[in-house]
């Protein structure tokens, strides 16, 4: 697995997790410490997925990209 970092910080309600990767590659995970535990695990595993599929790169359109849970 690549080098990231994974923080809980409040997100606006919409928004479960997010993230953002660095000029070094280096994956900064944010999750919503507004959520459940039960959900911040889910955003977790959500954004894992995204970093293992490379997803940052992908030329698809968001609704793709997004349409897994
Ligand atoms: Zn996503």
Request: proline content about 3%; aromatic content about 10%; glycine content about 2%.
């Amino acid at each position: 697995m690549e080098d990231m970092c994974i923080r809980f910080i409040d997100l606006p309600c919409r928004i479960n997790g997010v993230t953002v990767q660095d000029e070094s590659g280096f994956y900064n995970v944010y999750i919503n410490a507004r959520l459940s535990i039960e959900a911040q695990h889910e955003a977790i595993a959500h954004e894992l997925t995204h970093i293992k599929r490379d997803d940052f790169y992908s030329l698809e359109p968001i609704t793709k990209v997004e349409s897994f849970k």
